[in-house]
């Protein structure tokens, strides 16, 4: 079974930076791309913010570039999400999702942390 913890959220001022964090563990073999998405409050569905395929290539949404950096660290199986420049529409509860965890059952699914919220406001 592979387990997601995120970290990082929090409340911040317009201008400034948040880190988030998402580590998986579990017994896996390999993680095909890692991904952040968001949830505005009372917004459906969750629309994605980055990812990061396990060789590096990365993809933003639009409203991000420029100001998000996401990276991995593979051999720890985690994922961060630099968030600078933050803007007040930037407020919303923070998904990291693993696609296709391989575990050294054979299994390949795909998981989603608890969320994460990340509030920007003066």
């Known amino acids: 079974q592979v387990q997601l913890m995120e970290s990082g959220g929090g409340l911040v001022q317009p201008g400034g930076s948040l880190r988030l964090s998402c580590a998986a563990s579990?017994?896996?073999?390999?993680?095909?791309?890692m991904a952040w998405y968001r949830q505005p409050p009372g917004k459906q569905p969750r629309d994605l913010v980055a990812?990061?395929?396990?060789?590096?290539?990365?993809n933003y949404a639009d409203s991000v570039k420029g100001r998000f950096t996401i990276s991995r660290d593979n051999a720890k199986n985690t994922v961060y999400l630099q968030m600078n420049s933050l803007e007040p529409e930037d407020t919303a509860v923070y998904y990291c999702?693993?696609?296709?965890?391989?575990?050294?059952?054979?299994?390949?699914?795909?998981?989603w942390g608890q969320g994460t919220q990340v509030t920007v406001s003066s």
């Open positions: 999702y693993v696609d296709r965890a391989r575990t050294a059952g054979g299994t390949i699914l795909n998981y």
């Open positions: 579990g017994s896996i073999f390999s993680i095909n791309f």
């Open positions: 990812l990061i395929t396990s060789s590096g290539s990365t």
